[in-house]
């Protein structure tokens, strides 16, 4: 069955530590990858996604992510958080022809001033 | 460019009672998803619309329906509803259907059923 595990469901940080949310998916055949946030009050943004080529992308705000085919994952960092990273992040994953997004079950970020 | 927009933001309902929701895609966009967000299930797909045709559909029961208009506006019905059904409806609207296009959100619709 497809599914999306999000192993951390609640971390805490100080301002200026560094981030990094782990996803593993679960999916026969090629994926699509995405990081969606969704701040305090506010809807669901989308951070960054995958789809192909560098396994490597940059998403917005300074966040990035990194595909491991090998490990089915799909971990989400970031140098240095703010105050206002302050959300909850969610994993997500479609695949073959279909805009089907299952998401994992989020990680609660609270980054202390 | 105008986001997805979804009405009404807030409802109430009694249980028994059916519900409709609507949610507008951004301009040119012809593929909506529907989502419901609850804090124990988190996100769960729905089903989705292209072309006014529904191309996929989420395990859910068959009191959930929705359509699509020509104008790619979509709708989605609830009937004969239960407390369970409480939760946050999410509309996501992408260029086309199809899984090279990423899906951008509504603020959603609050349904608490009593």
């Known amino acids: 069955a497809q599914s999306v595990s999000q192993h951390n469901h609640h971390v805490i940080l100080s301002e200026a530590a560094s981030l990094e949310l782990g996803c593993n998916y679960s999916y026969g055949g090629t994926v699509n990858l995405f990081w969606y946030v969704q701040y305090p009050g506010q809807h669901l943004q989308l951070l960054l996604k995958?789809?192909?080529?560098?396994?490597l992308v940059k998403g917005i705000k300074g966040f990035e992510a990194e595909f491991i085919k090998s490990k089915f994952s799909f971990n989400l960092r970031k140098p240095s958080v703010q105050w206002s990273d302050t959300a909850e992040y969610f994993c997500a994953v479609t695949g073959g022809a279909t805009n089907k997004l299952i998401f994992g079950t989020g990680t609660l970020l609270a980054v202390q001033p | 460019k105008a986001g997805v927009t979804q009405t009404p933001r807030y409802l109430i309902k009694t249980r028994g009672q059916q519900v409709t929701l609507s949610c507008s895609p951004i301009?040119?966009?012809?593929?909506v998803s529907w989502y419901q967000q609850t804090p124990g299930q988190g996100l769960q797909f729905l089903f989705e619309?292209?072309?006014?045709?529904?191309?996929n559909k989420g395990n859910f029961p068959g009191r959930f329906s929705g359509r699509q208009f020509s104008n790619s506006r979509s709708e989605m019905n609830v009937s004969t509803l239960e407390l369970g059904d409480s939760a946050l409806y999410l509309c996501a609207s992408s260029l086309v259907g199809g899984r090279s296009y990423e899906q951008y959100f509504g603020p959603g619709t609050r349904l608490t059923v009593t």
């Open positions: 619309y292209f072309s006014e045709t529904q191309r």
């Open positions: 301009s040119g966009h012809r593929s």
């Open positions: 995958y789809f192909s080529g560098d396994p």
